[in-house]
């Protein structure tokens, strides 16, 4: 046993070290050699061992990033056949399991990275015109619905993953999610205002989309399939329509006899619980009146705000389900680190909005940005007891377009 330990700690050191050549401006071909002796048998879960390791240790997650489709293509040899059987267990029954979902709407990828593009690509090389630039736009649009695709990945499937303790792969694969989105939206951009979009430029997205499909397929699934239980891949499905899918219509329910029972009988002690809680005669007695548990849900839920707050311990803890929703919520976010709630490349921002907020340098911070036809107010608020302690951080985001559009006054009621 302690020397297969011993084999395991010896490659895994070997694989950092072959990373660490490559982040030191060694090519691929110059360590190839050396990782094709090493590797026979790798596993995914040594690579995510390994990317653990060069963060604990330090290494910003950006440089991993970097690094990211250098190393997947020097892994791709070693463990493409791994894998590739082990979430294709589901019975007919589960046709609709998340994993089945993600390689369906993978599948509609790759049949726009194959045909559609280079399909409408070639007759727009030809002849740069209104005409031929419209089959490509109407391409790349249909591709940049992958964000949908992106965010159940981030917003599902990652706050499980970091309850298992997988930390660093979801940080380097949403950073180079929002890589790939850049991409996208760059040649769409172009697109429609009748720019010039480079055969380079495609086969540079059509890259990274594949091997972001090459990754999740070959190195998260199989990762997640040893990890995830059945009351979580429940929970995921149960969340994944609010975000939507990519690419393959309308989705099914996941149906199997064990997982409804368990569902139904988790939705029927949830009910019980929820029931009795807002529903309850007592009331939560505030500086100025009272309300009850359902009353005061209402009341959160009825404001046209979108409210998060997030405790002390910088873990979200609660958020409105209002109808007018600005950024994705799903309830598989409760209880995560806040830090681990946004892109890489933003996470220093939070972490210091965060801390200007509980040392009490600000009570406040306030940005505002476009969303497509929205003007999103966003607002950061130290929460604190009358005894000024720091209680956590409340976060308000709102679409204040109508309000800016506002002029005169109206005094009489609507029709």
């Not at 727009?124 to 949908?148: C, G, M, W």
């Not at 499980?160 to 303790?165: A, L, V």
């Not at 340098?361 to 720091?390: C, P, Q, S, T």
Request: net charge negative; charged share 30%; aromatic share 8%.
């Amino acid at each position: 046993m302690s020397e297969l330990i011993n084999n395991r700690e010896y490659r895994q050191q070997k694989l950092k070290e072959l990373i660490m050549k490559l982040h030191d401006g060694a090519s691929v071909e110059q360590v190839k050699e050396e990782f094709s002796i090493l590797t026979k048998g790798v596993t995914a879960s040594e690579i995510t061992e390994m990317e653990q390791v060069l963060v604990d240790e330090g290494m910003p997650v950006s440089e991993i990033q970097r690094l990211c489709d250098v190393h997947s293509a020097v892994f791709r040899g070693s463990i493409d056949d791994i894998h590739k059987d082990d979430y294709n267990h589901f019975g007919k029954s589960e046709d609709w399991h998340p994993l089945n979902v993600f390689k369906m709407e993978n599948r509609a990828i790759e049949q726009i990275l194959d045909e559609e593009i280079p399909n409408s690509l070639q007759g727009y090389a030809n002849e740069k015109s209104a005409h031929t630039r419209k089959p490509l736009l109407f391409a790349v649009q249909k591709l940049s619905t992958i964000d949908k695709h992106y965010k159940r990945k981030e917003n599902l499937i990652f706050p499980y993953m970091e309850k298992h303790g997988i930390t660093a792969p979801p940080k380097v694969m949403w950073g180079v999610d929002d890589e790939i989105r850049e991409l996208i939206k760059s040649a769409l951009n172009k697109l429609q205002s009748d720019g010039e979009v480079s055969k380079e430029e495609l086969a540079t997205i059509t890259e990274r989309v594949k091997e972001m499909i090459f990754k999740e397929e070959n190195i998260m699934i199989p990762m997640i399939i040893e990890k995830f239980t059945t009351d979580e891949w429940v929970e995921i499905e149960g969340s994944s329509e609010e975000i939507g899918y990519t690419l393959i219509g309308e989705v099914g329910r996941w149906k199997t006899d064990s997982n409804e029972i368990e569902k139904a009988a988790r939705e029927k002690e949830t009910g019980k619980a929820s029931s009795a809680s807002l529903n309850s005669s007592s009331q939560i007695e505030f500086d100025a009146g009272s309300l009850s548990a359902e009353e005061l849900n209402a009341i959160l839920n009825t404001v046209p705000i979108d409210m998060t707050f997030v405790g002390a311990d910088n873990r979200v803890k609660y958020f409105t389900q209002g109808k007018e929703r600005i950024f994705e919520r799903p309830k598989t976010i409760i209880g995560r680190e806040v830090k681990n709630c946004h892109p890489p490349k933003s996470v220093h921002i939070v972490e210091q909005i965060v801390e200007d907020l509980r040392s009490g340098k600000k009570d406040h911070e306030d940005f505002w940005i476009r969303m497509g036809g929205l003007f999103v107010y966003i607002r950061y608020f130290a929460v604190r007891n009358k005894l000024g302690e720091f209680m956590g951080t409340l976060e308000i985001s709102q679409n204040i377009k109508p309000i800016t559009e506002l002029e005169g006054e109206k005094r009489l009621l609507s029709e």
